[in-house]
């Protein structure tokens, strides 16, 4: 599938790819097997918005192609978001603030990078926010639960 082209894949690149994903997502559900359906969602979730960065990334980059400097900074919102759950212990309230803040980490990076640049950035930087968001929701909707008789 090469075909000498920027961001081009190979079935390797792929295949990857896909037991990386298989990996986080096995991983996230057996460790939190009993855990509720909305706090289990909600840390797929944020695997899937720390992982979507790097995999954008890797492919063909975010603001220029996957060589451009610029596009580390995108990736250190996945490292931010991971460090939050780690430093947290994986408690669904410190996960909420983690997740929101790595939102907001996702659209100053973005804000940084249009206004230290002015390069175009494009608009799907700012939607990698959304599964952050997502993420926080579904986990405060697994705290709101778990409170309730």
Not at 23 to 35: E, I, K, P, Q, T
Not at 48 to 57: D, F, H, K, S
Not at 63 to 78: A, I, K, Q, R
């Amino acid at each position: 599938m090469k075909d000498g082209l920027p961001g081009s894949w190979s079935s390797s690149d792929f295949l990857l790819l896909g037991t990386l994903v298989a990996l986080v997502v096995a991983a996230l559900w057996w460790w939190f097997a009993g855990a509720d359906r909305y706090r289990r969602a909600g840390l797929l979730a944020g695997g899937a918005a720390a992982l979507l960065p790097l995999w954008v990334n890797g492919a063909v980059g975010i603001v220029g192609t996957e060589d451009n400097p610029v596009n580390l900074m995108f990736v250190v919102v996945s490292v931010f978001g991971v460090a939050g759950a780690l430093l947290v212990k994986f408690r669904t309230a410190g996960l909420v603030r983690a997740a929101v803040l790595a939102a907001a980490l996702q659209v100053a990076v973005v804000v940084l990078v249009w206004l230290r640049d002015g390069t175009t950035v494009p608009v799907a930087a700012l939607l990698l926010a959304i599964p952050w968001l997502l993420s926080a929701a579904l986990l405060h909707r697994a705290r709101v639960s778990a409170s309730m008789p």
